[in-house]
DNA sequence: TGAATGATTTACT
DNA sequence: GTAAATCATTCAA
């Protein structure tokens, strides 16, 4: 897949992102962050899926975060560093977590990616998550929770620490984002899982498209948690 | 060295 | 609606 080109007058590639865009504060990145894309190349072939829902971990204040009260740790390293790295995290054993690390370095915080809306690559997503059923998925399942986009695009814990912003040649295993179609209808809600948070999970830092059916939990009827 | 637990998914009642 | 699967990480000792 060569989706991105270089403009003949030498600027930027015109599907790349600017660090700084995602060097500020996790509120501010988090919605904005719907409708990039986001991209894997592995030995197995390549996936790609538009991001239709995600979680702002807003450490160290933020008791829902793994950097909650600053800790720091050979796991939540990666959450101190620069912004546009990959923080991958293994949860309950089994399924791994992608987020995208925003602020400064120091300031842990972090965008949970949470689905997406699968783009290329379908056939190759059906084959990942087929190990756990068996039976073919519809399409909106295959990346609809935070633990299966991450089955789907092939992404695990060898990811960790990897940038975002810089795309390898297509030889090398990575995952990148780049730029994509944007949202029209932006609703959120409280954060999924968090329970253990007390007021911290009432926060409404989940962002989602509210067109897309590829989100992990659809809104309720009737529901106006509609956002700018 | 050992015990508790979790930013989930799936299957089953 | 409930419960099981499953293990890296963390903390206490």
Redesign the pocket.
Known sequence: MSRNENASDGSLLSSQLPREFFARDVLEVAPECLGLELVTHTRAGCARGRIVEV?A?R?PEDR????FGG?R????ET?FGPAGYA?V???????S?I?IVTSRVGNPQ?V?I?ALEPLDGLPLMQQR?AG???TALAQR?LC??????C?AMGID?RFNGVDLLAPQGEHQEHVFLTSGSPVRHIATSR????D?AGEWADRPWRFFDAESSCV?RLPKRGSSSANG
């Open positions: 979680e971990y450490g829902a975060a793994h950097s800790r740790t050979a796991r939540t959450m923080y995290f293994l949860i309950y054993g089994i399924h977590h987020n972090a949970l949470r998550r756990s059923l068996g399942q609809n929770g935070p633990g299966k986009l089955q814990r954060r999924i899982g968090v253990y992990s």
